[in-house]
């Protein structure tokens, strides 16, 4: 080993931060001073700052940042990157990383400062996460479930009656009828179908078995307008309503509460003193949006319901209770809906402003002002997750604020040793820019913990956004940057002779 590489080695065995070198490679030959100049280009890359005082203009264009003293003061400074010869070419990238090495030793030097300074950020962003999850969880959930009732419908109710001046619940004046069903889908143009309705709640019977359930007396057009699918066996047929028949179709439901683990088909259950075979099993619907169980329900034909199960109206004895409406589409929905409204009044002989006797849902509007709600719910939590990411943020700049007040000395260090302003700037921006991602991330991870948990524990549909998390995250080194600029700015400004003086 030469007598410099021992002085190297001397100077580095106690790991300085800084190694100064006075004319390291004065009165050498060519291969010792490269040999010097290698050595020191290792220890740069390896995170010390080694400051080379030279005369030799070949060796003081090795460095990456040269500036150049006459009589004690500062000259110039010469632009490294019109030069070929440097310790690192990848001089920018590997500035870069030793300003995020720089922010991630100050971090770890006050983690406790650091976790309460972005603990805002962290609820904020866990907030979203989770406020956007659910919301999406319910949008699907009413997709789902609008998607259940069958497409393009409508739903045709009678009207109510008033008892001593009070309006009774709609259905209290029994006005439809099943030629009024007849007569909507003969005369309006973009009905598909129209398909009468009775029913009432029931309890049912099935060997040692009972359980209450929706019993509903129907025609063949009603399973198409809902879209209802058969799970197992047949559903019925014109020809068997029209004869009166003694059959079933049971929900899912149903099946299960009344025949356990065995096969319904060609079952019978007792509906009041009325036995009925069942022929089929519906496919699961589960709820819609009102929580009803869809799969709780028994279907029987129409005329068959009206002789033995729900019985007639002595005042009406066509009398239905619905009439659903399929429409040819979505778009044509409110068109049809004031046709329909035309024809029943003028069947019904409803003159000048005189009130409907029925009433006309639609029930993709009910569905999507359930999500509107939603909508809505989700803009202003979200809101008030926006005000905790400001409040976060203005932590950070406060802890910066004081970082930078407790780091004069280094800071004039740093300065009084070539640094530059931007690079003091680029330095705490960083600083503040890590932290808040660092907040971000880990907000995203309890958000992503939480919607794990949420479903689990509350019921509630939940649909985490990967797309969401990401803006999210970038949302956070956003404030990094904007609360980050103040500190940065106040640190690049000092004076550092005055710096070193309070040091």
């Avoid at 809902?226 to 439901?253: H, Y």
């Amino acid at each position: 080993m030469s007598s410099s590489e021992f002085a190297v080695a001397r100077a580095i065995v106690n790991e300085p931060d800084l190694l100064l070198a006075d004319e390291p490679t004065g009165a050498l030959d060519t291969s010792t001073r490269d040999t010097i100049l290698s050595i020191l280009a290792e220890l740069r890359r390896g995170g010390l700052t080694v400051m080379l005082v030279t005369h030799d203009a070949e060796v003081a264009g090795r460095a990456q940042r040269t500036i150049r003293l006459r009589d004690g003061a500062i000259v110039g400074e010469l632009d490294i990157s019109r030069h070929v010869l440097n310790f690192d070419h990848r001089g920018g990238l590997m500035r870069s990383l030793g300003y995020v090495y720089l922010a991630f030793q100050s971090i770890r030097a006050h983690i406790l400062r650091s976790v309460l300074a972005i603990t805002g950020i962290v609820i904020g962003i866990a907030a979203v996460l989770i406020v956007v999850a659910v919301a999406e969880g319910a949008r699907a959930e009413i997709s789902r479930q609008i998607n259940s009732l069958g497409s393009n419908l409508l739903l045709v109710q009678p009207g109510a009656q008033n008892a001593q001046g009070v309006r009774q619940q709609a259905g209290t004046v029994l006005s439809l009828t099943t030629t009024d069903a007849l007569a909507v889908a003969r005369e309006v143009s973009d009905v598909v179908i129209a398909a009468p309705f009775v029913g009432g709640q029931k309890t049912v019977i099935a060997r040692d078995l009972n359980w209450s359930t929706l019993v509903a007396g129907v025609t063949p057009e009603f399973f198409e307008a809902r879209g209802w699918r058969i799970g197992e066996g047949q559903l019925f047929n014109q020809d068997q309503v029209a004869s009166v028949a003694k059959i079933a179709v049971i929900g899912g439901t149903v099946a299960r509460e009344l025949f356990r683990d065995s096969d319904p088909l060609g079952r019978f259950i007792r509906i009041d003193r009325t036995s009925y075979v069942v022929i089929g099993v519906l496919a699961e619907k589960g709820q819609d949006f009102t929580g009803r169980d869809q799969d709780d329900v028994i279907f029987i034909p129409l005329s068959s319901a009206r002789i033995f199960a729900t019985g007639r109206s002595q005042a009406n004895p066509d009398a239905v209770h619905t009439i659903l409406v399929k429409t040819n589409s979505t778009q044509s929905m409110t068109a049809v809906g004031g046709a329909i409204a035309r024809v029943l009044r003028q069947r019904h002989k409803i003159m000048g402003n005189k009130d409907d006797d029925f009433r006309i849902q639609n029930l993709i509007q009910i569905a999507q002002t359930r999500d509107r709600t939603y909508r809505q719910f989700t803009l202003l939590v979200s809101a008030l997750a926006g005000i905790s990411l400001l409040v976060g943020g203005i932590g950070v700049m406060n802890i910066m604020l004081v970082s930078v007040t407790e780091r004069f000395n280094e800071i004039g260090i740093r300065l009084a040793f070539g640094a530059r302003p931007q690079d003091i700037r680029k330095q705490f921006l960083m600083e503040a820019v890590l932290l808040c991602t660092i907040g971000g991330l880990s907000g995203l991870v309890v958000g992503y913990a939480c919607t794990r948990v949420v479903p689990s524990a509350l019921g509630w549909p939940v649909e985490f956004n990967a797309g969401m998390a990401l803006v999210a995250v970038a949302c956070s080194s956003l404030i990094g940057i904007i609360f980050g600029l103040l500190p940065a700015e106040r640190a690049a400004r000092l004076d550092p002779a005055a710096l070193l003086r309070s040091g």
